[in-house]
């Protein structure tokens, strides 16, 4: 079955820690999203990669496609980022088939 | 640009009754699909449509329709609702099948 895991389920950190949330995946996909629910429920994409490492202010998300593998990390971590960040993946080789959602990971930052 | 928008944004429904659920983008996206959140779970699809006048069903279509008429409007609508439909409702879309999907604010239905 097409799974998508992640973990923690939910973390606590202090302003200003590195952060490191994980994604891993079943089978060969085609693209993984990093994407943010907010905690009044607005869902916002933050990156869509394929390969390598991508960088976005204090966030950046890698893949090893070996591995089966997705870290996102939020550098100097600040309140405003807490949030639920959600892991979801393209299986297959072809890109019309439709995302498979992580249940999410929970991130309280405190001041 | 408003991008995807939803309405309403809360709606409580007895069993048996229907509804529909309003999604509207204004970014010319081909690509459009409704999800539900369950506490606890992951976001699943429930229909999606590749264009106007196309749509096709995703993993949880049941007790659920959909129609396409236009670019800019996908309705979702409820014949019978149920309690299992208590859930989160979200519309996105997007430009094509691998890109970023843009999402709406949600609408948070409640069946008793």
């Known amino acids: 079955k097409n799974e998508v895991e992640q973990s923690p389920q939910n973390l606590t950190a202090q302003e200003g820690e590195f952060i490191t949330i994980n994604c891993s995946y079943s089978v060969g996909i085609s693209a993984l999203h990093w994407l943010q629910q907010h905690p009044g429920g607005g869902i916002v994409s933050l990156f869509m990669?394929?390969?390598g490492k991508k960088k976005h202010g204090r966030l950046i998300a890698t893949i090893n496609i070996q591995e089966k593998h997705s870290s996102l990390h939020i550098t100097a971590s600040h309140p405003r980022d807490s949030a639920v960040y959600i892991c979801a993946v393209r299986f297959g080789n072809s890109g019309n088939t439709p995302l498979v959602f992580g249940k999410g990971t929970r991130l309280s930052v405190i001041a | 640009n408003a991008g995807v928008t939803q309405t309403p944004k809360f709606r409580i429904l007895k069993i048996g009754q229907s509804m529909t659920l309003q999604c509207t983008q204004d970014?010319?996206?081909?690509?459009m699909y409704w999800y539900r959140q369950d506490p606890g779970m992951g976001l699943k699809l429930i229909y999606y449509?590749?264009?106007?006048?196309?749509?096709d069903k995703g993993e949880v279509p049941n007790g659920y329709n959909v129609s396409r008429s236009t670019t800019e409007d996908f309705p979702l609508r409820l014949e019978l609702a149920a309690p299992s439909q208590t859930s989160v409702y979200f519309c996105a879309s997007s430009y094509q099948s691998f890109a970023e999907q843009f999402f709406g604010p949600g609408t948070r239905l409640t069946v008793l």
């Open positions: 990669l394929s390969s």
């Open positions: 970014m010319n996206h081909n690509y």
């Open positions: 449509s590749v264009g106007a006048g196309i749509t």
